[in-house]
């Protein structure tokens, strides 16, 4: 059975080589509710990953002041170097890749995407097959139910607890499939 993982990023822009502040990745079973012990979750030093190039985006900062600061906050805390916090992802995704890891995110274009540009940044190779990604927002515009499932124990725009959250939509709709036979 494949390794799957489940990964968020919080950002300071929306375009490619924006810079990351935050991400989260959690293994997970697709049929199966919980989640195991092993996880990933670092913060990004803002400047390290301006010292690679990448980018901030106005808009994305006003957003960010609208936002819990809550979340902002717990952001920026313990902020590590961007090349530091890719190796690390990278040794994490590598080590549960069972041959082949089925990474999931909430917008294929923009987390992978922006993951890859911060790869690229760090000089590594991306940890998994492009062909492996798969994208939940897809899954929940055929299950809008699933988008109301509680959040009330996560905060929201925190990677980790979006993560978790993720997971969860996710391993509601797998029950859906496989009432009709589908397997994720």
């Known amino acids: 059975m494949k390794q799957h993982i489940m990964i968020d990023i919080e950002t300071l822009g929306d375009q490619s080589n924006s810079v990351i502040t935050s991400i989260a990745a959690v293994p997970f079973k697709p049929n199966e509710e919980g989640f195991p012990a092993a996880r990933f979750y670092q913060k990004v030093s803002i400047q390290s990953c301006l010292d690679l190039g990448l980018r901030v985006s106005g808009d994305t900062l006003v957003w960010w002041l609208n936002q819990d600061q809550k979340a902002v906050m717990e952001m920026l805390e313990n902020a590590r170097p961007l090349q530091q916090v890719m190796l690390e ?72 607890h979006d993560c978790l959250h993720q997971i969860k939509q996710l391993q509601s709709i797998a029950k859906e499939l496989k009432k009709v036979g589908l397997e994720i």
């Open 89 to 160: 992802l990278w040794a994490f995704i590598m080590q549960m890749s069972k041959p082949d890891v089925i990474v999931w995110c909430k917008g294929a274009r923009f987390d992978f995407g922006l993951l890859r540009d911060a790869f690229k940044a760090c000089s590594l190779e991306v940890p998994w097959k492009f062909w492996n990604e798969r994208d939940l927002r897809t899954l929940l515009s055929l299950y809008p139910e699933v988008k109301k499932l509680d959040r009330s124990n996560n905060l929201a725009h925190s990677a980790h």
